[in-house]
């Protein structure tokens, strides 16, 4: 009844397409269901219509849910076209050992401001839009972004924001990052007269405020981006090559023991910690995390379940090692994991459960 109504949970809605997927009994009650509340929800609909422009309105609708779904069809074709390829091989090998990967450990499930003296503020219910004291520190929180740190002295902030969340923040100079889930950034509470510095853990999109005299410093795992005013992506997660795509200006990458390279919109830095490389990239596809879309392209599963895990809270489990062979291509939504797994088992024959904390594949 809650899918129906349109009020249900994410992982109620995951537990429904698991039943669905394995219970044919329970795919011709729940089509049964639905044909018959779309019968009625059409019929109330177009008795209640008496005016023309309401008529037109219908059909706008209709056309703009036909689209929707053609869209999201269109969506999925590469992720069938890519799996599909690999299934008669994968069913033909030996079936190898379970591979795991264990959900990221998290002190709180909300957003948190930890400052230099060891208090932890919960950002989730300080309270919108008014400013609070701390210490030396104000601070003001509107939605889901802290639009303002504010003291006398120089004093040192960490922003964490746990696994299934994201969050933005206005710095002191104007600048704006947005960060991504299982992510940290380190930050005074006013930046000095020559320069302005950050530490980032995670993922983070930066629009820096332009200031030829003060050089933007964001320092993220072994590297060192160095900016004036621009726009960029820096993804620095653990075991993870060290990521910096600019959108727009230029910056210089650095690290240690090797030369600084200059990085011009629509290329991407990547450092595995050894040696620097540079590629292309799709602008869209690297920053649609900001709108809660992941794309992949040519990807495995493994490959899939850290963003899994810092998306949706959920450690991964490959009961079959050959999952690992499978190679795919599409999008995760941040609010829709029900729609990648149905596609995903409908595109192949890679079924899915979730047991408490642990989405597994099999």
Same mark, same amino acid.
């Given at each position: 009844m809650e899918k129906l109504s349109g009020v249900i949970s994410e992982a109620d809605e995951i537990r429904l397409a698991g039943l669905l997927q394995s219970d044919g009994a329970a795919q011709q009650i729940w089509q049964s269901f639905d044909e018959e509340r $779309?019968?009625?929800d059409v019929d109330d609909? @177009?008795? %209640? $219509?008496?005016?023309? &422009?309401? @008529?037109?309105q219908l059909?706008?609708?209709i056309t703009a849910k036909r689209t929707t779904r053609i869209r999201r069809l269109w969506r999925y074709a590469?992720?069938?076209a890519v799996i599909i390829i690999g299934i008669f091989i994968f069913r033909y090998q030996e079936q190898t050992a379970p591979i795991e990967f264990p959900m990221i450990a998290a002190t709180s499930d909300h957003v948190q401001l930890l400052t230099q003296d060891g208090q932890a503020v919960d950002l989730d219910g300080s309270g919108q839009g008014m400013v609070h004291a701390l210490g030396p520190l104000e601070i003001r929180v509107? %939605?889901?972004e802290l639009q303002s740190? &504010?003291?006398r002295e120089v004093v040192m902030s960490t922003l964490v924001v746990p696994p299934k969340r994201s969050y933005q923040v206005t710095l002191p100079d104007g600048t704006k990052v947005w960060l991504n889930s299982a992510s940290e950034l380190h930050f005074p509470s006013r930046f000095d007269d020559s320069l302005r510095e950050v530490s980032l853990k995670g993922e983070g999109y930066f629009d820096v405020a332009k200031n030829e005299q003060k050089p933007f410093i964001v320092h993220a795992g072994g590297t060192v981006v160095e900016v004036l005013g621009t726009r960029f992506n820096v993804s620095s997660y653990r075991e993870e090559p060290i990521r910096t795509a600019l959108v727009e200006g230029s910056v210089k990458v650095s690290a240690k023991n090797e030369p600084p390279i200059f990085l011009h919109p629509g290329l991407m830095s990547e450092f595995d910690g050894n040696r620097f490389q540079q590629a292309t990239f799709d602008t869209v596809e690297a920053t649609a995390w900001i709108d809660g879309v992941y794309y992949f392209n040519n990807a495995s599963l493994d490959e899939l379940a850290p963003v899994i895990n810092r998306w949706y809270g959920l450690s991964v489990k490959l009961a079959? %090692?050959?999952l690992t062979r499978h190679r795919i291509s599409g999008l995760l939504e941040r609010d829709h994991l029900a729609y990648f797994l149905s596609d995903l088992h409908t595109s192949t024959d890679i079924s899915y459960r979730i047991e408490e904390d642990t989405l597994i594949f099999y």
């Amino acid at each position: 009844m809650e899918k129906l109504s349109g009020v249900i949970s994410e992982a109620d809605e995951i537990r429904l397409a698991g039943l669905l997927q394995s219970d044919g009994a329970a795919q011709q009650i729940w089509q049964s269901f639905d044909e018959e509340r $779309l019968r009625i929800d059409v019929d109330d609909f @177009l008795s %209640g $219509l008496e005016q023309e &422009h309401e @008529l037109n309105q219908l059909k706008a609708r209709i056309t703009a849910k036909r689209t929707t779904r053609i869209r999201r069809l269109w969506r999925y074709a590469a992720v069938a076209a890519v799996i599909i390829i690999g299934i008669f091989i994968f069913r033909y090998q030996e079936q190898t050992a379970p591979i795991e990967f264990p959900m990221i450990a998290a002190t709180s499930d909300h957003v948190q401001l930890l400052t230099q003296d060891g208090q932890a503020v919960d950002l989730d219910g300080s309270g919108q839009g008014m400013v609070h004291a701390l210490g030396p520190l104000e601070i003001r929180v509107v %939605g889901t972004e802290l639009q303002s740190v &504010h003291s006398r002295e120089v004093v040192m902030s960490t922003l964490v924001v746990p696994p299934k969340r994201s969050y933005q923040v206005t710095l002191p100079d104007g600048t704006k990052v947005w960060l991504n889930s299982a992510s940290e950034l380190h930050f005074p509470s006013r930046f000095d007269d020559s320069l302005r510095e950050v530490s980032l853990k995670g993922e983070g999109y930066f629009d820096v405020a332009k200031n030829e005299q003060k050089p933007f410093i964001v320092h993220a795992g072994g590297t060192v981006v160095e900016v004036l005013g621009t726009r960029f992506n820096v993804s620095s997660y653990r075991e993870e090559p060290i990521r910096t795509a600019l959108v727009e200006g230029s910056v210089k990458v650095s690290a240690k023991n090797e030369p600084p390279i200059f990085l011009h919109p629509g290329l991407m830095s990547e450092f595995d910690g050894n040696r620097f490389q540079q590629a292309t990239f799709d602008t869209v596809e690297a920053t649609a995390w900001i709108d809660g879309v992941y794309y992949f392209n040519n990807a495995s599963l493994d490959e899939l379940a850290p963003v899994i895990n810092r998306w949706y809270g959920l450690s991964v489990k490959l009961a079959d %090692g050959r999952l690992t062979r499978h190679r795919i291509s599409g999008l995760l939504e941040r609010d829709h994991l029900a729609y990648f797994l149905s596609d995903l088992h409908t595109s192949t024959d890679i079924s899915y459960r979730i047991e408490e904390d642990t989405l597994i594949f099999y």
